[in-house]
């Protein structure tokens, strides 16, 4: 069951301020309740600044913390008048106003009493009454006091339109005195300029402050969402007929004979680009991009249009090194690895392509050592940390990731077309991550005179990103490209190889079980796991039959074995308990199910059928597989290996974010000696398997990078986390710490480009959404030694039989061909 925080509202009087961080306005208050007030109590919140003597209103929820104790975890603060002469002198004397010490606020307070805080609203003027209050520090003191009412003010108003604490403070810092005017003026510019308020919390803010439900703002910030979220599905561009849906599903609205004005107002504006481009039919149809998509896959396709060019060498020479290499070093290239060799040494870009065990590696090693005997300066780059780490150790040359290579400055990289790299030739690995954008970035640094040499397995997944840059590339012909396809003899021995190439090519492999032979635990470097998770479709039906059991249990007086009244050989259809029976369980065994006293057994007894080496026949679920797997089988049977969840899916039981807590729970449960931090409802804890979810240059530390926190700071609420490959050390500070979350279990996406030693992969039905030939491959393919399939035979055919059909929209491949 969902758990719901009850909102508590505290009022009291600020009696000193901990802990105040000016950069987002984090801040530790030990507070005097009015309704309590001999206690005081531990407040958090973020506000611009709280002074002593303040008295608030505090919105939000008790919690315990695990060093701290009881804390009052504020979402709200509003400021009210100081509720005695006493806090009053003592909130002016806080340092609340330039000029005003403690003992100015008590000749004040003294001298007007009551009236102190309408004097200061609206006779300020008055203060030269006080003795040494003369007009030059009135000035400095009116100044103050204006500055805070602005500040005060805007806090207000922006909570009052339900903007949390946390981003009340980041958009007073931004706008300033401006931002009641900025905002009112139009809210949807909040989704624009601040990380993590997208269009629903702007588009509240903007209905809360009257905006209409059809108002132009209101519609071209729809269209401007669907655009950016169209990112998330890969696509570079929507059409009219796309994007009138979406905004109308969105806004629950029929727009469509508003869309195309907006459309054309806002291309006039130069808030998005239009495309024409021809559909399947050969009709030619406008689509709209955002300004940045479409003019990097312009760039991409312009500058890749340059780069087709031949470079001179000498073939002769470039043998007669192949031939001595081979004999000096024994290792043969097949004819398909010396002919991509041969011809990619004089290509100005070219693409490297195969399936694993086919030898890109061994290409790659002996390409760059031929550039180096060509006297040809080379550098390496793969897209993450992991891949980069790989590509170094296999090549034997020191390799970067591209943000890294290109050197992120500030908003952009420091490397482009003014400052391009000081290389003869630049070879990037797993370029099926290639998204367009950083494709765009990485040509721009790349020197007209620079050879660009791109490898990547275009069956993988395509990017997270916008575009299908690799496999566009391939399609347009305008770029060599050297596939490899052999597999060599000491790679046929690896049943993850084997059974990868079976998958990219559409046949269902015959994957071992371990109960079935257990001699695969340590034999083998590929098995399947049979094992079974409860849909939501059958989690109901057991809950139902289970509740209406109880019921009859408690009306009846039977005992808890006392069950054959409720089976079906009395009541056929279960109508004489007041239970319909649905005819997919028709053939449920009521008394079995009733009499069930685990989770697996309940699932048997609603399954037709059950493999006959499922996990379910000794009491194991598919989530009490992955977790045993994890926690107790892989470390018995190779112990010291990493091992990493690969999940289709973020949802479900056995999805990423679910896997998560059932692991950090086993793995690195609560305990006395160990720090936690609670982030929405994410819980870390030291020694936590993290990952960080999206690129922070400041840090940084980039979209997929994973390492393990190795330090929580409970007082200045921070975290440290180690970084694989290099263990580099990275400290977050409380607002940045959203950007991690658990990485016991990732989706496979998550996963392009790195390698693990040991891969679980749940394969159930569950995820049919997701069951796709290329991400099954996808995820087998990151495992080095081991990987273990946890669910059903007839999700894996499902899986293999399914080739993603969901076409990424790009004009990359159109725009390549119009430049030939």
């Not at 206690?39 to 973020?46: A, N, R």
């Not at 100081?82 to 002198?89: H, K, M, R, V």
């Not at 059958?538 to 039977?558: D, K, N, P, S």
């Not at 609670?678 to 400041?698: A, C, K, M, P, S």
Request: aromatic share 8%.
């Amino acid at each position: 069951m969902e758990k719901k925080r009850i909102e508590e509202k505290l009022r009291g009087v600020v009696e000193r301020v901990t802990f105040h961080n000016p950069q987002n306005g984090w801040s530790v208050l030990r507070v005097r309740p009015f309704d309590g007030p001999a206690d005081l109590v531990t407040v958090t919140v973020h506000q611009t600044r709280v002074f002593a003597g303040a008295t608030m209103e505090f919105k939000g929820a008790w919690t315990e913390h695990p060093r701290f104790g009881r804390q009052f975890r504020a979402e709200q603060a509003t400021e009210l008048k100081p509720s005695s002469a006493a806090a009053l002198e003592k909130y002016l004397g806080s340092g609340l106003i330039k000029g005003v010490g403690p003992k100015t606020a008590r000749r004040i307070v003294r001298h007007f009493g009551r009236e102190t805080l309408d004097v200061f609203e609206h006779q300020i003027e008055r203060l030269t009454e006080v003795e040494g209050i003369a007009e030059k520090k009135l000035r400095s003191i009116t100044r103050a006091w204006q500055e805070h009412r602005a500040i005060r003010d805007v806090m207000m108003f922006l909570q009052s339109h339900g903007i949390s604490t946390l981003f009340a403070v980041r958009i007073y810092r931004e706008y300033g005195d401006r931002a009641i005017a900025l905002v009112s003026e139009n809210p949807y510019r909040l989704a624009r300029d601040f990380y993590g308020i997208g269009f629903f919390s702007a588009d509240r803010v903007a209905l809360s402050l009257g905006f209409a439900p059809d108002s132009p703002l209101r519609i071209q910030a729809a269209i401007r969402h669907v655009l950016s979220a169209s990112r998330e599905q890969g696509h570079c561009y929507l059409t009219l007929e796309q994007i009138t849906s979406q905004v109308g599903e969105l806004l629950g609205q029929d727009l469509s004979l508003q869309i195309a004005s907006h459309l054309q107002t806002m291309e006039q504006e130069k808030s998005l680009c239009v495309r024409h481009l021809a559909d399947s039919s050969g009709q030619v149809r406008p689509c709209y991009y955002s300004r940045t998509l479409y003019h990097e896959e312009e760039y991409v396709a312009t500058r890749l249009g340059r780069m087709t060019r031949e470079i001179p060498v000498e073939t002769r020479r470039i043998r007669e090194w192949l031939g001595k290499r081979s004999r000096e070093t024994g290792i043969k290239l097949s004819a398909q690895q010396a002919r991509a060799v041969e011809s990619m040494a004089g290509c100005h870009c070219a693409i490297l392509t195969g399936g694993p065990g086919c030898g890109k590696t061994t290409t790659t090693r002996t390409l760059v050592e031929l550039f180096g005997f060509l006297g040809r300066r080379v550098m390496l780059a793969a897209p993450t940390g992991r891949a980069a780490q790989r590509m170094g150790e296999v090549i034997g040359a020191e390799a970067k990731t591209i943000h890294r290579l290109l050197e992120f400055q500030g908003t952009g990289f420091k490397r482009n077309e003014d400052n391009p790299l000081d290389t003869d030739v630049l070879i990037v690995d797993e370029c099926s991550m290639l998204d367009i954008s950083l494709m765009a970035s990485l040509l721009r640094a790349v020197g007209e005179e620079t050879s660009l040499i791109l490898i990547g397995d275009a069956d993988q997944l395509p990017s997270v990103g916008a575009g299908n840059v690799l496999r566009d590339l391939i399609g347009s012909g305008r770029i060599p490209c050297f596939r490899l396809t052999t597999i060599f003899r000491q790679a046929r021995r690896s049943r993850i190889i084997e059974f990868a190439h079976d998958i990219n090519n559409g046949h269902l492999p015959r994957v071992d079980s371990p109960f079935k032979n257990p001699d695969v635990w340590q034999k083998s470097d590929c098995f399947f796991i049979d094992s079974e998770e409860a849909t939501q479709q059958q989690l109901r039906f057991i809950a139902r039959v289970r509740q209406q059991y109880q019921t009859i249990r408690e009306r009846e007086g039977q005992s808890d074995q006392d069950v054959y009244g409720f089976d079906r050989a009395e009541t056929p259809t279960g109508r004489g308990y007041g239970l319909q029976i649905p005819e997919q369980f028709s053939h449920v065994s009521l008394e079995r199910l009733v009499t069930a006293d685990s989770a697996a057994e309940q699932l048997r007894a609603v399954l037709k059928k059950v493999h006959p080496w499922s996990s379910l026949y000794y009491g194991l679920t598919a989530v009490d597989v992955v977790r045993r797997l994890y926690a107790q089988w892989i470390p018995k049977y190779h112990p010291g290996r990493e091992v990493q969840i690969l999940c289709p899916m973020i949802r479900g039981s056995l999805g990423a974010a679910s896997l998560n807590r059932t692991i950090q729970q086993t793995v690195n449960p609560p305990a006395p000696d160990r720090p936690e931090l609670l982030v929405g409802e994410r819980t870390f804890r030291t020694g936590d398997r993290v990952i960080h979810r999206r690129n922070n240059y400041e840090l940084g530390v980039f979209n997929g990078d994973i390492g393990v926190i190795t330090g929580i700071d409970n007082e200045n609420l921070t975290c440290t986390v180690s970084f694989s490959p290099d263990q580099r050390e990275v400290t977050y500070r409380r607002e940045q710490i959203g950007e991690l979350d658990l990485a016991y279990a990732i989706t496979v996406h998550k996963a392009q480009g790195s390698e693990f030693d040991v891969v679980i992969l749940p394969v159930v039905t569950q995820h049919f959404r997701m069951l796709y030939r290329n991400l099954l491959y996808t995820g087998l393919t990151r495992a080095k030694k081991l990987a273990i399939f946890v669910g059903s035979r007839q999700a894996l055919a499902m899986a293999v039989a399914n080739r993603e059909s969901n076409k990424r929209q790009t004009a990359l491949l159109e725009l390549l061909t119009e430049t030939a």
